[in-house]
């Protein structure tokens, strides 16, 4: 069946430092979503990208779709405390009925 | 303009009881998913559905868990028989349209077995 691979699983970083989660699908996907989760919270929609190359910014997370829509990146320049969660990719395979979630990255951040 | 609503919050059972999630979509959401968490894991599917239909339910345990989303009312998530493993957090998640769409996650049911 369709997986979705993250890493990495856990990151921590100083505040204001950089942070990259990964998120590689065994099959070609549709389309990829992002989602946020605080801690005790839900998962959250953050966005989703569809076309092949897409890059997509929103502040300081910036986005990607890999060319053969089999990967995607997230990157979080200068990192706040705000920041802290965990960051979830979902990728929906053409025909499918459901969204697959990858494991997560769980980011804490040191103030 | 409410979200997804899933009560109750919390849910404690001993071994061997039944539990009852329930999930009300957003309103104009004909699409209802189930999700199950693990402490420190990731969201596993458990079933989708649309009113009256169960269209997927390849992530749930064939045996104890039943799932249905009737024609009025909310979706509900039946678990038989609880064992300590069924311990999780429970999403109820809903979209608008086809499978594949962005949604929108209540805020979970905490499963807890005693």
């Given amino acids: 069946g369709q997986q979705v691979m993250q890493i990495p699983q856990y990151q921590h970083v100083q505040e204001g430092e950089d942070f990259t989660t990964y998120c590689n699908s065994s099959t070609t996907l549709s389309n990829i979503q992002w989602y946020k989760q605080r801690p005790g919270g839900h998962p959250v929609f953050l966005i989703q990208l569809v076309k092949s190359g897409e890059v997509k910014k929103q502040k300081r997370l910036t986005f990607q779709f890999g060319e053969a829509k089999k990967n995607s990146s997230l990157h979080i320049t200068a990192t706040q405390t705000t920041d802290v969660g965990t960051y979830f990719c979902a990728g929906a395979v053409q025909g499918a009925q459901k969204l697959v979630f990858g494991q997560g990255t769980r980011l804490t951040i040191n103030p | ?114």
């Fill in chain 2, 1 to 114: 303009n409410a979200g997804v609503m899933q009560n109750p919050r919390h849910l404690v059972r001993r071994r061997g009881q039944e539990a009852r999630l329930r999930c009300s979509p957003m309103k104009g959401h004909s699409h209802v998913y189930w999700y199950r968490q693990l402490p420190e894991e990731g969201l596993k599917f458990m079933v989708y559905l649309q009113k009256e239909n169960i269209i997927d339910e390849s992530g749930m345990p064939k045996e104890r868990f039943s799932a249905e989303f009737p024609k009025e009312g909310p979706s509900i998530l039946r678990i038989q028989q609880v064992v300590r493993g069924d311990s999780a957090a429970y999403f109820c998640a809903s979209s608008p349209g086809r499978p594949g769409e962005k949604l929108f996650f209540g805020s979970g049911t905490q499963l807890s077995v005693l």
